[in-house]
């Protein structure tokens, strides 16, 4: 390997384990349903972007994004229920107008969306849903 892969092959190591670390620190991604309901995804994504937005001036906890992430050009994106995750969050975003983070971009395919009340596996899954008007809806 040349010095450079060497090199990039390291940021990918350290990457890779202080997200690691990020991931058991900050998000709940081990905690499945029945014990931890559906509205735990959605808060995880927010926390996750909020987590991100720490590195706008360059000082946040993960070097890597402090050196080679362009928050000004931000790109969230899912499918199904993870569209309809990567929607709420730039909703939250916009809402929050977190001015550390500009989404240029938001990419779902088949997000999951409600017409009018949400049906009873809905209501199973996130019994914490306040039905029609739930924004993670």
């Not at 808060?43 to 402090?66: F, Q, R, T, V, Y």
């Not at 899912?78 to 971009?105: C, F, W």
């Not at 779902?108 to 017409?115: G, K, L, N």
Request: a negative charge; one cysteine or more; glycine letters at 6%.
């Amino acid at each position: 390997m040349s010095t450079t892969q060497n090199e990039l092959a390291q940021v990918i190591k350290n990457h890779s384990l202080n997200l690691s670390t990020f991931i058991k620190e900050n998000l709940r991604l081990a905690q499945l349903a029945p014990e931890h309901q559906l509205p735990i995804a959605y808060d995880d994504s927010w926390a996750g972007l909020l987590w991100i937005a720490k590195h706008s001036n360059g000082n946040g906890p993960e070097p890597w994004i402090n050196e080679y992430a362009d928050l000004g050009r931000v790109i969230l994106a899912g499918e199904s229920a993870g569209g309809t995750i990567a929607h709420y969050v730039a909703v939250q975003a916009g809402a929050a107008a977190l001015p550390a983070v500009a989404i240029k971009r938001l990419l779902i395919v088949h997000p999951y969306f409600w017409a009018k009340e949400p049906d009873k596996f809905y209501r199973y899954i996130c019994p914490t849903s306040s039905g029609a008007d739930d924004p993670k809806l």
